[in-house]
T-cell receptor, first 113, second 113 residues
Framework: DQQVKQNSPSLSVQEGRISILNCDYT??????FLWYKKYPAEGPTFLIS?????DKNEDGRFTVFLNKSAKHLSLHIVPSQPGDSAVYFC????????????FGKGTRLSVIA | GAVVSQHPSRVICKSGTSVKIECRSL??????MFWYRQFPKQSLMLMAT?????????EQGVEKDKFLINHASLTLSTLTVTSAHPEDSSFYIC?????????FGSGTQLSVL
């Protein structure tokens, strides 16, 4: 049973527009969520996180929204840039981030110039 | 931010040989490190949790005698794939906690011929 789901395996967005990547989770014990960006043959790079006590966290072009009642979070990238093209992983953890992360399968974002 | 160094980045070996992968936290001490494995087009799957000075905790389905983990110091964890077989070919990634964030190594692409 997949506890963290990214239902869209891929997404294409035009440069300058908004990219919205979605993530759903099933485990109500999760209280800390993170987004990672991964290029081929490289390790994931931390992008942004959000604790369950918040519903929004913003860092530059990246904003993460959390809807606890729907067990849903999303990552917004605006404006999208060609360098944002990568695979984005949603991850969740319980115990305020002190347990191993559970990852979604990732969404491949392609930003078209 | 914190840096986790992993090497080698790529290794090709013959079936039946053993391969050691090193993971170092360069500017912080990590009592806990995690080892993940990623198959093509799939999520990052946690293999084991490596604890400094004690035995690693393996996830269900991961053979501890095949994937030997040693965490001898606060900055170094090693994963040894013993008697590697072609089905062990994969991308292996280590990570370490600093505060609430998880930082990843750059990964090791293992190809077993």
């Amino acid at each position: 049973d997949q506890q963290v789901k990214q239902n869209s395996p891929s997404l294409s967005v035009q440069e300058g527009r908004i990219s919205i990547l979605n993530c759903d989770y099933t485990n109500s014990m999760f209280d800390y969520f993170l987004w990672y960006k991964k290029y081929p043959a490289e390790g994931p790079t931390f992008l942004i996180s959000i604790s369950s006590i918040k519903d929004k966290n913003e860092d530059g072009r990246f904003t993460v929204f959390l809807n606890k009642s729907a067990k849903h979070l999303s990552l917004h990238i605006v404006p999208s840039q060609p360098g944002d093209s990568a695979v984005y992983f949603c991850a969740a953890s319980a115990n305020s981030g002190n347990t191993p992360l559970v990852f979604g399968k990732g969404t491949r974002l392609s930003v078209i110039a | 931010g914190a840096v986790v160094s992993q090497h080698p980045s790529r290794v090709i070996c013959k079936s039946g040989t053993s391969v050691k992968i090193e993971c170092r936290s360069l500017d912080f001490q990590a009592t806990t490190m995690f080892w993940y494995r990623q198959f093509p087009k799939q999520s990052l799957m946690l293999m084991a949790t490596s604890n400094e000075g004690s035995k690693a905790t393996y996830e269900q389905g991961v053979e501890k005698d095949k994937f030997l983990i040693n965490h001898a110091s606060l900055t170094l964890s090693t994963l040894t794939v013993t008697s590697a077989h072609p089905e062990d070919s994969s991308f292996y990634i280590c990570s370490a906690n600093e505060e609430e964030k998880l930082f990843f190594g750059s990964g090791t692409q293992l190809s077993v011929l």
